[in-house]
DNA sequence: TACTATACGGAACGCAGGTTCCGTTTGTCA
DNA sequence: TGACAAACGGAACCTGCGTTCCGTATAGTA
């Protein structure tokens, strides 16, 4: 799955190394190299951030820097594939969720796995807390994804009556955009919990 | 005051042109300079927070970088300045609000207080979001001053039975640390004080 | 095993930002 | 007005990071 999101990612961007398919096959080390350095890739993205420099990901691979360029393009594009294999489940997630029976529940659920995958992933943390922010990173249209998912699923429960009227997806964005950025810090599970609880009921309009 | 805070900021860091005051005193192109500089510096990271880079300071000041660095140390010193200038009132008001006659309210009043300052200030709103986060800033002790201060509010509010019992110091320092860092994007005043509304419903355990 | 296209490693390059250095300018005082 | 210490500006330096380049190594093939 990683795999043929950064292939889609990459062929956007220049020719690589994933050639056309009557081509000869790969050099097996090739293919071995491009999957160790995806691997030491999310590591350093989920314990580093999004800030982590490349030769991080290609030392924790056992290759240099030239052979992760010869794979991705730009440091951008290695980023974009590990957010990718990590956003697109959620975001599938929140789309589900939108048929919901219960609209009320699954949007709060979902409060809840986005604080959950942030704390976990700090990569990820910095793209949904940049989400309601800033508009030039190569991952603005995986946040747009997001975002979009969210705000149709926050009308629904809205419409059922289970969000205060007087919010908007905004103020969710505001909220756990900062929540996801204090959240990777926080080692502190329960803290963490506690927090999205307390931003849930909040935005319900009532106390537990 | 401004002037003030960074002449006692800069005594503790290195020997600053704020000689000994038997000296003769400093020339006054050397006295103006100064004063443009901190003027610069107050804009520039109010505007474009901590990162800045010392350039551009320098620039709006009208001076080069060589005579920024004869005021200040580092970079770290002039930023410590600006802020401690900024923070300072905050510290001391929250302080005060201590020995107010109803915690709770003045509890949250300094929630709001933080929030507008994040919003205004994008220098502060980095130094307050990081507050919980990293601790190997030179302005960590005004942000310990902060949170510590904000901590004896939060416990004398939590007893006045005003904030919900079942929260602690580092679960308003996670909400607001994340909305702060928020803030200075959302040119949107409504939206923040609604976010802010919410989270001081949160901790209340009430709606309103 | 020998040959060659493929892939590799990592030095080198460019750029940005913090900090230092030094030749020049200028305020101050006699 | 002349002399000198104080202060100035900004070029130069250093470090970190993204990206490129090229001489070398090797997988695949005959």
Redesign the interface.
């Known amino acids: 799955m990683a795999e043929s999101a950064a292939a889609a990612a990459a062929a956007s961007k220049a020719a690589l190394p994933t050639s056309p398919p009557e081509d000869r096959p790969r050099r097996a080390d090739a293919e071995r190299n491009r999957g160790a350095i995806l691997e030491a890739a999310e590591v350093v993205f989920r314990t580093q951030g999004a800030d982590a420099p490349i030769d991080e990901i290609a030392r924790l691979a056992g290759v240099g820097v030239g052979t992760v360029y010869r794979n991705y393009p730009t440091k951008a594009a290695v980023l974009e594939a590990i957010i990718e294999a990590r956003l697109t489940p959620i975001i599938e997630a929140a789309r589900a969720a939108c048929d919901a029976e219960d609209p009320g529940a699954a949007f709060f659920a979902m409060l809840r796995r986005l604080a959950d995958e942030s704390a976990a992933f700090k990569a990820l943390a910095d793209s949904i807390?940049a989400a309601?922010?800033d508009l030039h990173e190569a991952k603005q249209e995986l946040a747009n994804q997001l975002v979009d998912a969210m705000a149709e699923l926050f009308r629904r429960a809205q419409r059922s009556g289970q969000v205060?009227q007087?919010?908007?997806i905004?103020?969710v964005?505001?909220?756990m955009?900062?929540?996801?950025?204090?959240?990777f810090?926080?080692s502190?599970t329960p803290?963490?919990s506690?927090?999205v609880e307390?931003?849930c009921?909040?935005?319900?309009?009532?106390?537990?």
């Open positions: 807390a309601g922010i205060r007087d919010v908007g905004d103020d964005t505001m909220l955009g900062g929540l996801s950025h204090s959240a810090a926080a502190d803290a963490r506690r927090c307390l931003v009921d909040a935005l319900r309009g009532r106390a537990t």
